[in-house]
């Protein structure tokens, strides 16, 4: 192999290893801003449960069917994310959480499954 050859091949070697890097880089990128869209999507999904069930008193009324039902006609469009146990999750967060602000100086740190094993 000339040594022409043997240095295009290095310059090539490096080319790719810095885009398969960048490549890596964005794509964190992106799996992180999609995190944090995504908790706090579901901490206003909790957010408007909660005030449903509530109607603006201290506690909510026994006995509703509001999540199972909500389930049932989400799910089919946007898939079993919205189950009832999830939508039972996203209220809890909201309960645990209500402060929007320190839900946005969390978020950027705790992905959803650290926010819901708290």
């Known amino acids: 192999m000339e040594k022409n050859e043997l240095q295009q091949n290095v310059t090539t070697d490096k080319l790719v290893s810095d885009i398969h890097n960048i490549i890596e880089q964005g794509r964190q990128q992106a799996y992180a801003v999609a995190n944090q869209v995504a908790v706090l999507t579901y901490w206003h999904i909790g957010r408007r449960i909660v005030e449903e069930e509530q109607h603006g008193e201290v506690r909510a009324q026994y006995g509703t069917r509001l999540i199972k039902t909500l389930a049932e006609q989400l799910m089919p469009k946007y898939g079993n994310t ?37």
Do not use: A
């Open 82 to 118: 919205f189950s009832k146990r999830n939508l039972d999750y996203f209220r809890q967060f909201y309960l645990c959480f209500s402060d929007l602000e320190i839900v946005n100086t969390r978020v950027h740190n705790l992905s959803w499954s650290h926010f819901r094993s708290i």
